[in-house]
């Protein structure tokens, strides 16, 4: 599985409603942690298990959901968590 395939599998334990992954680490090639390994990703995805949680509690569920993969294959991670009422 690719990075993006095992996100997906991980992400499915919020049971979301729409998951997007968007793999940008082609656009940073170049930048100083690049050769660190991980590449760069943007996630839209929303989720009922987001209700009466703010951005902070949010963010942290996505990034203990993805578990290890945010110590190696994540780099960085841009995140827009929402809940189905608020699309």
Do not use: C, W
Not at 4 to 32: G, R
Request: aromatic share 4%; net charge positive; hydrophobic share 45%.
């Amino acid at each position: 599985m690719n990075t993006v395939e095992l996100m997906q599998a991980k992400l499915a334990l919020l049971q979301p409603s729409h998951v997007e992954i968007i793999d940008d680490s082609a656009k940073h090639a170049k930048h100083a942690g690049a050769k660190s390994g991980g590449g760069h990703y943007r996630l839209n995805i929303i989720s009922t298990h987001f209700a009466n949680q703010n951005t902070l509690a949010r963010h942290r569920l996505v990034y203990a959901t993805l578990g290890d993969l945010m110590q190696q294959q994540i780099h960085a991670l841009t995140i827009s968590a929402l809940t189905p009422a608020e699309i």
